[in-house]
Each structure stands twice: as C-alpha cells, then as structure tokens.
C-alpha cells in the first residue's frame, strides 16, 4: 500500500473573458472636416432669410403708405437701378470663377477674380449710396412717409450685407497672401460663396418687388 499523498490538482485555467455588459463598435465614425462650420453657416443663413422675408412682409404692407409724399413712380429711376442689378449680378460670376480657379489650386487666378469680385460689390454700395443721397436731396427721406421707411430700411439692410461681405472679402484676400488655398481658407471662400449669391438672390427680390412693381403703380 503506498503512503504517498494524492498530488494537489493544478489551478484550472480559464479559457473565457468575464463577459461584457456593452457592444464595442469596431467601426469609427468618421465626419468630414469642417462639416459643423458649413451647417452652421447654412443656419445663419437661414436666420437671415427670416429676416429679409419679415423686411419683405413688411414693405408689402406699407408700399401704398405714401402720406401724400411721393410715389416710386415719381422717385425711382429704374435705369440706374437696372446697371447696379447687373453689377450686382456679374459679380456673382466673377466670385464662380474664383471659385473654379480655387479648385484647380491656382492662388494667383483665385485672388484676382475675388478682387474683381470685391471692385463689383464697392461700385454696387456706391450706386446706392448715391441713389440714397439723391433721395434725400429730393425731400424722400425715411421721415417723410412709412413707404419710404419700409423702403430705405429694406435696401439699406441689403447694402449693410454687401458691405460686409466686401470687409470678408478683403480678409479672404490677406489671408489668401499669409497661408494660401490652405483646407481652412478653401473652406471659408464656401461660405463667402453662399453668402454672396444669397444676396445676389435677395436683390432680384428688393428690384423685382419694389423697383419693377413700384413704376407699375
């Protein structure tokens, strides 16, 4: 009979994890840089379109509002609106081919068109601002009738937006100069693009809506 003691069993080894209690997703989600800054410019926009239509609303309301002052008929001049209407519009093109010099990277041809494009909006608020002042002159101002306040406050805001795209333009291009068609610049020259066609689409409004539709009353 052996009087050897019955050797300890080894420690058996666990072939299996503590099981979890969630999913690991093994595919990253990936989002497009930049993507947060274009949805917000598209709000923004929006934002702005409510307050054009309120502007808008509010000149359809008070057009016919002339105090015994006078009418558009008496005190627009369709022609010289006309030649700033086209200025407005020719510089939407010149701002598409910036944009198409931008995508075949050539800095130089992207500057120059959004220079032309920056020319073209200074000689758009300069027709307006001289139209303004001939208004003024005349005895038209925001003053005299609520039309002619609905009037200056509706095309004045447009001109305020213009202007500003002008000043946005003006830092486009220095910043073109410091670190050219960089991803950043690239991406911000498409939110001046939507801004800048978005007036372009507000002025045919203000010129069809009040100018057009003011002689034929």
């Known amino acids: 009979m052996s009087n050897t003691a019955p050797e300890a069993s080894a420690p058996v080894a ?28 598209w709000i923004y926009l929006m934002s702005d379109a409510l307050i054009f239509a309120s502007l808008f609303a509010t000149y359809g309301v008070l057009s016919t509002a002339y105090a015994g ?12 609106v006309a030649v700033n209407t086209a200025i407005l519009l020719i510089s939407s093109i010149t701002y598409g ?33 001289y139209e303004f002042s001939n208004l003024i002159a005349e005895g038209a101002t925001p003053q005299r009738s609520a039309f002619l306040s609905a009037f200056f406050t509706l095309v004045a805001t447009h001109g305020l937006h213009v202007t500003f ?13 410091q670190r050219g068609l960089h991803p950043e610049n690239q991406r911000r020259l498409m939110c001046l693009s939507m801004f800048w066609h978005f007036l372009d689409v507000i002025w045919i409004g203000v010129f069809t809506f009040v100018y057009l539709l003011g002689m034929l009353r």
């Open 14 to 41: 666990l072939d299996h994890e503590a099981p979890s209690f969630y999913v690991l997703d093994d595919h990253e989600h990936h989002h497009e840089p930049g993507s947060s800054t274009m949805l917000g410019f």
């Open 69 to 80: 002052g006078p009418t558009p008929r008496e005190i627009f001049e369709l022609p010289l």
């Open 97 to 129: 081919f910036a944009m198409i010099a931008m995508q075949e990277g050539k800095l130089g041809g992207t500057r120059a068109w959004l220079a032309l494009t920056g020319l073209l909006g200074i000689a758009f608020v300069g027709v307006e601002l």
């Open 165 to 177: 795209g002008i000043i946005w333009l003006v830092v486009m291009l220095v910043q073109l100069g």
